[in-house]
C-alpha cells in the first residue's frame, strides 16, 4: 500500500483518536527528516530550490490521504524551514538531529488578542511566558512546537518549546469544529513556562519576513489539493461499485474534476518554478503563489460540489468517506486572508510595465 493508502485507511480512526498513528506513519517513512538539508541529514525537500516540487507533491499525496495529518506536517515542514532560515549553527544541529530522531515539530502562531503570549518578568529577575496559543495542530503530538510571543519592547519573537511530556496541558475544548477534528488543534495555554536563551530562534518579527511568509501558502494549497483528488477518487470508485458510470451528466462532471485537479498539478510546478528565484525576487513569488492558492481554492469547492451531485445523499451519511473528507476540506480551506491574498496579484500586475507574457517569469528565467 501507498502511504496515501494507508493514511486513508486509517483517517476515519483518527477523526477520533488523533492523529499518533498517522505521525507515526511518517516517521517510519523518514518523512519528518526529509525537508532538511542535504548537510544536516536530509534530502534538502522545500529548503532547497530543486526540493520545493517533490515537497509539494508529498504534501499533496499526504493531503490525499489524511487532510489532518498533512495539517500537522505542513507545519512541521514549516517549522524547519524556519530553524534552518533563522536558527544558530547550534540550533540547527541540535533540533536537526531530533528530527532524524523521529521528532515532530510544527508552529503555532494564533492567539487571541486579549490572552496571546508574551514576556513577563519574575521576581528573581527570571522570564516567564504568560498567555495562550489556540489552533495548535497536532496538541500532544508535536514534540517541539515553535510558538511566538510578544517581546518586552513589543517584537514578536519565535521560541521552541517541548509540551511533549513536559506537563503542559491542552484545552480540548475550544476545538470542536465542523471538520479537521483529527488535526486536534486545541488551546495551549503556556503561563508559567521559563524563557532560555537556547529557546530563542531568530531577531523579533524574522517571522513576518517575505517572500515565506505568504510564499508558504503554496504547502497549505498542496495539502487541499489532496484533499480534492481524494473526493475525485472517492466519487470515481462509488459510481463504479454502485453502477453509475453510463450517464452522460456522471461522465460530464467526473471529466470537469479531472481537469481542475490536473490544472492544480500544475499550479504547484508553477509555484516551485517561482520559488527558485525567491530571494532574487520575493515578490513575484507572493503574489504567484496568492493566484496559486485562489485557484486552488476553486478547485477544491467546485470538486466538493461535483462530488456530492454524483453520488447524492450517500455521500452524506456516515459512515461514507465523501462526507468526512468533505468536512475536512471544507474547514481547512478557511485560511486567513483569502481575498487580501488575491487582490494583491492584480495590484502587482497594475503596478508594474512588464508585458504579460514576462510577468511572471523573472530574471531566472
Given at each position: 500500500?501507498?502511504?496515501?493508502?494507508?493514511?486513508?485507511?486509517?483517517?476515519?480512526?483518527?477523526?477520533?483518536?488523533g492523529p499518533g498513528a498517522g505521525i507515526e506513519l511518517l516517521r517510519q517513512q523518514g518523512y519528518l527528516s526529509v525537508c532538511l538539508p542535504e548537510r544536516w541529514g536530509g534530502r534538502g525537500w522545500e529548503i532547497s530550490p530543486a526540493g520545493m516540487l517533490?515537497?509539494?507533491?508529498?504534501?499533496?499525496?499526504?493531503?490525499?490521504?489524511?487532510?489532518?495529518?498533512?495539517?500537522?506536517?505542513?507545519?512541521?515542514?514549516?517549522?524547519?524551514?524556519?530553524?534552518?532560515?533563522?536558527?544558530?549553527?547550534?540550533?540547527?544541529?541540535?533540533?536537526?538531529?531530533?528530527?532524524?530522531?523521529?521528532?515532530?515539530?510544527?508552529?503555532?502562531?494564533?492567539?487571541?488578542?486579549e490572552e496571546d503570549v508574551k514576556f513577563v518578568k519574575g521576581q528573581d529577575g527570571k522570564i516567564f511566558l504568560e498567555g495562550a496559543k489556540v489552533f495548535a495542530s497536532g496538541a500532544e503530538w508535536v514534540d517541539r512546537p515553535i510558538i511566538s510571543a510578544k517581546n518586552f519592547d513589543g517584537g514578536s519573537q519565535l521560541l521552541v518549546i517541548a509540551p511533549a511530556g513536559s506537563g503542559l496541558e491542552f484545552d480540548r475544548t475550544t476545538w470542536d469544529p465542523m471538520g479537521m477534528a483529527g488535526s486536534v488543534s486545541h488551546r495551549l495555554d503556556v503561563t508559567g513556562v521559563e524563557v532560555f536563551t537556547e529557546m530563542l530562534l531568530g531577531q523579533p518579527d524574522c517571522y513576518?519576513?517575505?517572500?515565506?511568509?505568504?510564499?508558504?501558502?503554496?504547502?497549505?494549497?498542496?495539502?487541499?489539493?489532496?484533499?480534492?483528488?481524494?473526493?475525485?477518487?472517492?466519487t470515481r470508485q462509488h459510481l463504479r461499485a454502485t453502477g453509475r458510470t453510463d450517464h452522460a451528466y456522471q461522465e460530464e462532471r467526473v471529466s470537469k474534476m479531472l481537469t481542475d485537479c490536473e490544472s492544480g498539478r500544475l499550479w504547484l510546478g508553477g509555484a516551485a518554478e517561482r520559488a527558485e528565484a525567491a530571494e532574487s525576487e520575493p515578490e513575484r513569488l507572493v503574489h504567484y503563489v496568492g493566484m496559486m492558492r485562489s485557484a486552488i481554492e476553486g478547485i477544491c469547492f467546485r470538486t466538493i460540489q461535483r462530488a456530492h451531485q454524483c453520488v447524492g445523499l450517500q455521500g452524506m451519511l456516515r459512515p461514507h468517506a465523501m462526507e468526512r473528507v468533505s468536512r475536512d476540506l471544507m474547514t481547512y480551506l478557511r485560511q486567513p486572508n483569502p481575498d487580501g491574498s488575491l487582490m494583491g496579484a492584480g495590484r502587482y500586475a497594475l503596478g508594474i510595465a512588464e508585458p504579460l507574457e514576462s510577468l511572471w517569469k523573472g530574471k531566472k528565467e
Open positions: 500500500m501507498s502511504v496515501y493508502e494507508k493514511l486513508a485507511s486509517m483517517d476515519a480512526m483518527m477523526e477520533k483518536e517533490p515537497m509539494l507533491e508529498l504534501l499533496r499525496e499526504i493531503g490525499r490521504g489524511s487532510l489532518a495529518v498533512g495539517r500537522i506536517y505542513e507545519g512541521h515542514v514549516n517549522a524547519l524551514r524556519l530553524i534552518h532560515s533563522f536558527g544558530t549553527a547550534e540550533q540547527k544541529s541540535r533540533w536537526s538531529g531530533d528530527a532524524l530522531d523521529g521528532c515532530c515539530f510544527g508552529i503555532w502562531n494564533t492567539g487571541r488578542p513576518a519576513r517575505q517572500p515565506w511568509l505568504s510564499g508558504g501558502a503554496m504547502r497549505f494549497a498542496a495539502v487541499q489539493l489532496g484533499g480534492a483528488e481524494a473526493l475525485l477518487e472517492i
